[in-house]
């Protein structure tokens, strides 16, 4: 297959005119649980925003977007796809560098990009990319008429909510802007110290929060404290190890917060959980399909399992009847046995193992793209 060059191909800001076209290039993105058909719209209105496509023959044939974070600093690119009849040809090079070159000329304070991807990106990727960081994603999937039953079993699995595990608490965002500044310290639960809301890596500045505002992102939180665990046998013990020893960079912490001993209950000391929930929407797979994307941020696997469970209950309470969900929790890779221990039995949808945090430095450029974008 030829490389495609510049010329044969227009790249435009993309109108709601284009959304047939978008939708048509996306057919099986992300095994039907794109978000992009439900999101273009709002998108499209979002002044962060700018949204490009590539045309040729006046035909969609690629997408990408960015969207400027952090109080105006970083630019997360989002959304980029291919015809699946033009992939492998170059196209997305393309694309991006137009989108990269009209950011830096219409956004010079941006000195950062970011996006995520799932497992094993192109190796040309990781030349211009530096790896932030990587969680472990696992995803299931819930038919309505299931529902019941599954809260029952999963709740079954849950360690009591009494005295030894506070309930955790969804916030109101007065709570949510001031929730750094409290016992909840962003270096023990964020590493990197950033978020990331549904596969958007993010810092916790005012203006981001403000933004999961608009996107009515439910915030659940467990404040930092200290219980007695009972240690019943190998498996809580190991539970409890690996969700205490491990830092935000992934090593093991000389600090120690738990003491264990073998014959009794032991003190351990939780630094706080959160968890961000995104609204539930519908997606491609089919009618009355939706998808839950649940973040989870913090190392304790008990508190992991808790969060899962308000989240999904709170989530579904907005499910038409007859619905099901696709639901993707993005938990730090310690907790990924034990998240897929908890969740077993019900129907896993595999669409991604990880999801990769990539970023790059750059810098402004003072000329045009080369292909002009007519908006
Ligand atoms: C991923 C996808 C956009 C690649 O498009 P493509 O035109 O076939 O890409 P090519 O293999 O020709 O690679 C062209 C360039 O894009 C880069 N690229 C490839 N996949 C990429 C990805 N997922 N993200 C960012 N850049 C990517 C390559 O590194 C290459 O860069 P270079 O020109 O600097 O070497 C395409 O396969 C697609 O649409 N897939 C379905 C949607 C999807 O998975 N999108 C990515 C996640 S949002």
């Not at 109080?71 to 009849?85: D, E």
């Not at 003491?259 to 009794?264: D, L």
């Not at 810098?363 to 045009?368: I, N």
């Amino acid at each position: 297959m030829t490389t495609l060059s510049t010329p044969e191909m227009q790249i435009l800001q993309a109108t709601a005119g284009d959304y047939e076209g978008v939708i048509a290039i996306s057919e099986g993105v992300f095994m039907g649980i794109d978000y992009l058909p439900f999101r273009y719209h709002a998108w499209l209105k979002d002044p962060q925003r700018r949204m490009f496509v590539a045309k040729l023959e006046e035909k969609v044939v690629a997408f990408d977007s960015f969207l400027v974070v952090d109080g105006g600093v970083t630019a997360v690119l989002q959304g980029l796809r291919v015809a699946p009849w033009l992939r492998g040809r170059g196209v997305a090079g393309i694309i991006q560098k137009f989108t990269l070159d009209t950011l830096r000329l219409d956004h010079p304070d941006v000195t950062k990009i970011r996006l995520t991807r799932t497992e094993d990106p192109p190796p040309t990727m990781l030349n211009k990319y530096r790896l932030l960081h990587s969680k472990a994603v696992v995803s299931i999937y819930l038919l309505a008429d299931e529902l019941e039953e599954t809260f029952m079993v999963l709740e079954s699995r849950l360690p009591s909510t009494s005295q030894d595990f506070p309930p955790p608490v969804f916030l109101d965002y007065s709570e949510v802007r001031s929730l750094f500044s409290g016992p909840l310290k962003e270096e023990d639960i964020l590493p990197g110290r950033f978020l990331i809301q549904s596969w958007l890596p993010i810092t916790t500045c005012k203006a981001n929060l403000d933004l999961t505002q608009r996107w009515r992102v439910q915030w659940l939180c467990t404040y930092p404290f200290s219980a007695t665990r009972k240690i019943d046998g190998l498996n809580e013990l190991s539970e409890v190890l690996a969700s205490s020893d491990i830092t935000n960079d992934g090593s093991t912490s000389k600090e120690d917060d738990i003491s264990v001993s073998s014959t009794g209950p032991s003190i351990t000391a939780v630094k706080g959980f959160l968890s961000l929930g995104t609204p539930m929407f519908p997606v491609p797979l089919g009618d009355g399909k939706n998808r839950l994307d649940i973040d989870l941020f913090g190392t304790d696997l008990s508190c992991a399992k808790i969060h899962v469970v308000f989240q999904l209950k709170e989530a579904v309470k907005a499910l038409p009847t007859g619905g099901s969900v696709v639901c993707s929790v993005f938990a730090e890779e310690i907790l990924r046995d034990g998240l897929t221990g908890f969740l077993d039995g019900i129907t896993l949808f595999s669409r991604c193992r990880e999801q990769l945090v990539l970023e790059m430095d750059i810098k402004p450029v003072k000329t045009p793209p080369s292909t002009q974008c007519h908006s």
